[in-house]
């Protein structure tokens, strides 16, 4: 075993071994599939701990022909694959972990010629008649290698981990940037020696113009996770084992890790999120001080236009439009927000879907860490606005109904852009996000179907919770008492019949003319619907 060269299966031994393992090895099946296709070149890109690492794991243990992998993988899914037994520790695999090398490389310039030296040298060692220690050109070495002896014996699976990380690391050194592609496409164009070859990374392959830098490479990533969207990530079936195996309430872990959307049928939560909720005593936030914390942080600050307004629309609770099509792949080359909001959604901080083209703030973790970034940034008047949530909330609880009012006018105006300031749909997203603090302490449901209608908002106090439930109706150029009496008309509270405590009526206008709101607070009578 070597080095690089069929490491072998220890680290993915200790995966399975571990106390929460979670089985993703039908993954071989699809890379089985492509193994010395033309289609065999596969990159994956998910946020940090979203368990990349594992699966490059688990395909190196599967292949590497130097060990045996039998005992690892025979209570496994893909045990019962087709092509289990005919690839099943049959090839020569090459595992590159970009991360170790970048760290021990001097400098990101360097990171090219340190991996061709380092893997160079196992390969001069493993086939000394085969590559001369004059040679200088790993990919020449790995073609004499090739060309020695029978092709299905001497061809290669590249597996290769972090293949990012330089761009992120990196992010300003264009040329280290560079002539580190340049080094992976030497290494993999028009190859024959390549049997497969898998890459995964955070950020998607680096365009250059509209052309990506490995265009021999299928891309499935956050934004178009193809058939591998169950792979990388736990599904809401694993989660809901993993609940009932360790005794968590399912719907509490759904509300702080879910949310990620990878297609109609698939969406994933965050594992290692997963794991540390279960194997704590409390569920919250464990990304704080990760490299996408501090990314989130530089890029929430950006003066890219009309990016205030999406953070607060979906700190809000709403999705915000975006077009990820002119993004660069990297974390400098920014066009417009619709940038910036397309990299949060491959550093893990916001979900995209697809039918709307649109991104959201995933679940109450990442919610978390959104407020955490903006109450430290540079947008204040968000941070004060987050800031006076608290006082909100208490003045609702009082029935002032004048501050109320101010207080989301202020909101409206500090957050909104003039193009939308007269849509209807700001005026609710405005509403929610004045409303921040009451996350902590009420389950928010929008549109919620009751009576003889759908409630706007409704606030239902979490379990053991003291405070009154909350329906808040938005009105449009009508007044606040008639947002009143259609909740009344209409029999909204119909929906919490058994709930035994208060219940709070709020009615919230605005008027598009003279751009002022108001608002009327009423205490719900049981019975009292006109």
Not at 323 to 337: A, E
Request: aromatic fraction near 10%.
């Amino acid at each position: 075993m070597g080095i690089y060269l069929n490491p072998g299966n220890t680290a993915f031994q200790m995966a399975v071994n571990n106390t929460v393992y979670v089985d993703k090895s039908e993954l071989i099946r699809f890379m089985n599939d492509r193994i010395g296709r033309r289609d065999r070149f596969i990159c994956v890109s998910r946020p940090r701990r979203f368990g990349k690492s594992m699966a490059a794991e688990m395909l190196s243990a599967y292949y590497d022909k130097e060990c045996d992998s039998a005992v690892l993988f025979q209570n496994l899914k893909i045990a019962g694959c087709s092509t289990y037994k005919e690839h099943l520790n049959r090839h020569n695999v090459l595992m590159i972990n970009v991360q170790k090398f970048l760290r021990n490389a001097g400098t990101p310039g360097n990171l090219a010629a340190y991996m061709e030296k380092r893997i160079l040298q196992e390969i001069r060692q493993v086939y000394p008649d085969i590559v001369s220690p004059e040679e200088n050109s790993l990919s020449d070495a790995l073609e004499a290698v090739f060309a020695s002896g029978p092709k299905e014996e001497r061809g290669f699976i590249f597996i290769v981990d972090e293949w990012d990380c330089i761009f992120r690391v990196a992010r300003n050194d264009k040329g280290a940037q560079k002539n580190f592609l340049e080094f992976l496409r030497d290494l993999f164009k028009d190859r024959t020696y390549v049997k497969l070859a898998y890459m995964t990374g955070i950020l998607p392959i680096k365009k250059y113009g509209s052309h990506s830098a490995l265009s021999d490479f299928r891309e499935f990533s956050m934004i178009d996770s193809g058939p591998l969207a169950e792979y990388t990530g736990f599904t809401e079936q694993e989660v809901q084992e993993l609940c009932r195996r360790y005794h968590k309430n399912f719907e509490e872990v759904r509300h702080w890790y879910d949310g990620y959307r990878l297609n109609d049928k698939c969406h994933i939560y965050n594992p290692k999120s997963v794991v540390d909720g279960i194997q704590s005593r409390t569920l919250r936030s464990f990304w704080t001080n990760t490299e996408t914390y501090e990314a989130l942080q530089i890029y929430i600050d950006l003066d890219e236009d009309g990016l205030k307004q999406a953070l607060m629309a979906m700190l809000g609770g709403s999705c915000f439009p975006v077009d990820t099509g002119s993004f660069q792949n990297d974390m400098t080359t920014f066009k417009s927000k619709d940038d910036v909001l397309t990299l949060m959604v491959h550093l893990g901080y916001l979900s995209y879907d697809e039918d709307s083209q649109s991104v959201f703030i995933p679940n109450e973790e990442v919610r978390l860490e959104f407020i955490r970034a903006v109450k430290n940034g540079k947008h204040k008047d968000l941070a004060d606005l987050i800031a006076a949530s608290d006082l909100l909330l208490q003045d609702t609880l009082e029935m002032n109904a004048g501050n109320v009012a101010k207080a989301i006018e202020k909101a409206h105006s500090a957050g909104t852009a003039p193009l939308w300031y007269n849509h209807e749909q700001a005026l609710r997203s405005v509403v929610k996000f004045a409303y921040l603090s009451c996350i902590d302490q009420y389950q928010c449901i929008e549109e919620l179907p009751s009576g003889t209608g759908y409630a706007d908002l409704v606030f239902i106090p979490k379990k053991g919770s003291a405070l009154p439930a909350m329906f808040i109706e938005l009105k449009w150029n009508k007044s606040s008492e008639s947002a009143l009496t259609q909740i009344k008309k209409r029999n909204y509270p119909q929906i919490l019949e058994k709930y035994g405590g208060e219940i709070l009526l709020v009615g919230i206008s605005y008027h598009i003319g003279t751009k002022k709101h108001t608002c009327v607070i009423e205490k719900y009578e049981k019975g009292g619907h006109i």
